[in-house]
């Protein structure tokens, strides 16, 4: 069965960093683009990163570009968000998915970042 | 930036009724569309993909169709568990880029 987990989730300050975590599991994690997709309180879906297959080329929504990094480790089947100047905008929960054909089949369960003073 | 407008924002239909969901794109995104489901407390399941094809264990009462700027997700004959919110998402090819619709509800 394929597993996706998300951690490093919490509260934070406007400003502050967080780091998420996303282990993976029942797939070839070098054979898959990997992104991170969030959703805050209420609100629809909104993408904000993706990565290829070996950690050289990213993409990012405008709002969160020279402040959020994402990244792989794909010897520790694993993806991560750095997440740095955080904003009050940006509290959400935020899913790693899996990407297929264009789409995203696989999601964790989610993680909350809250960012408040 | 390509932006997806679904409609209606909320549907209001009974089981076993046929439900018609809308998500109509701001410029052609050609078949990259995809539908997924949301119910409270979960993360989102892909129903299709590629506009037209079902996800993997999804029932074929789901269908969907259209390409260029329109696309339709049909419910055939609606069952209990099939009461959630439903999302639209387009995929832009260079630079990759992915814009999600705001979501229609699909409630009783």
């Known amino acids: 069965d394929v597993h996706l987990v998300e951690s490093g989730g919490g509260v934070v300050q406007p400003g502050g960093s967080l780091r998420l975590s996303c282990v993976v599991s029942?797939?070839?994690?070098?054979?898959?683009?990997m992104a991170w997709v969030r959703q805050s309180p209420g609100k629809g879906l909104e993408w904000v990163a993706s990565?290829?297959?070996?950690?050289?080329?990213?993409f990012y929504v405008d709002s969160v570009e020279g402040r959020f990094t994402i990244s792989r480790d794909n010897a520790r089947n694993s993806l991560y968000l750095q997440m740095n100047s955080l904003r009050a905008e940006d509290t959400a929960v935020y899913y790693c998915?899996?990407?297929?054909?264009?789409?995203?089949?696989?999601w964790g369960q989610g993680v909350l970042v809250s960012v408040s003073s | 930036e390509i932006l997806l407008t679904q409609s209606p924002a909320t549907l209001s239909v009974s089981p076993g009724e046929r439900a018609t969901l809308s998500c109509r794109a701001s410029q052609s995104v050609s078949s990259n569309l995809a539908w997924y489901q949301q119910k409270p407390g979960q993360a989102p399941r892909l129903l299709i993909y590629?506009?037209?094809t079902r996800a993997t264990g999804i029932p074929a009462r789901f269908s969907g169709s259209g390409s260029g700027t329109e696309f339709t997700l049909t419910i055939s004959s609606l069952q209990s568990e099939d009461f959630a919110v439903y999302y639209c998402?387009?995929?832009?090819?260079?630079?990759?880029?992915?814009?999600f619709g705001q979501g229609t509800k699909l409630e009783i």
């Open positions: 998402q387009q995929y832009k090819n260079w630079p990759p880029m992915y814009t």
């Open positions: 029942g797939f070839p994690f070098t054979d898959y683009w």
């Open positions: 990565l290829k297959l070996d950690d050289n080329e990213k």
């Open positions: 590629g506009a037209s």
């Open positions: 998915v899996r990407e297929d054909h264009s789409s995203y089949g696989y």
